[in-house]
């Protein structure tokens, strides 16, 4: 069964940076695009940043300049560099993927982790 396992949340102050990671597990034939999402507390899930598999990447407007996406295909790996982070930027974040498996294209979800910005 494939998995989505995120890390590298935590607490940072306004201004500071993290780096977030989510490595795909199990019987993967190949990978499209890995994205993350975040969903705030008592708002709906949104897209962060996309990544394909030829490396071309989209952003939301409110994260241009500051986040940057990257990926790792050998590590079935996906990342997202978070820099001059907000308190605006606390939520769960989600990452997401367009896997082919044994069995077809799935589309599977990671079980999110917690950025809280705040000083």
């Known amino acids: 069964q494939v998995q989505l396992v995120e890390s590298g949340g935590g607490l940072v102050q306004p201004g500071g940076s993290l780096r977030l990671s989510c490595v795909a597990s199990?019987?993967?034939?190949?990978?499209?695009?890995m994205a993350w999402y975040r969903q705030a507390p008592g708002k709906q899930r949104e897209l962060v940043a996309r990544?394909?598999?030829?490396?071309?990447?989209n952003y939301a407007d409110s994260v241009k300049g500051r986040f940057t996406i990257s990926r790792d295909n050998a590590k079935n790996t996906v990342y997202l560099h978070m820099n001059s982070l907000k308190p605006e930027d606390t939520a769960v974040y989600f990452c997401?993927?367009?896997?082919?498996?044994?069995?077809?294209?799935?589309?599977?979800w990671g079980q999110g982790t917690q950025v809280t910005v705040s000083s």
């Open positions: 997401h993927a367009d896997i082919y498996d044994l069995g077809g294209l799935i589309s599977p």
């Open positions: 990544i394909r598999s030829a490396g071309d990447t």
């Open positions: 199990g019987s993967i034939f190949s990978i499209n695009a």
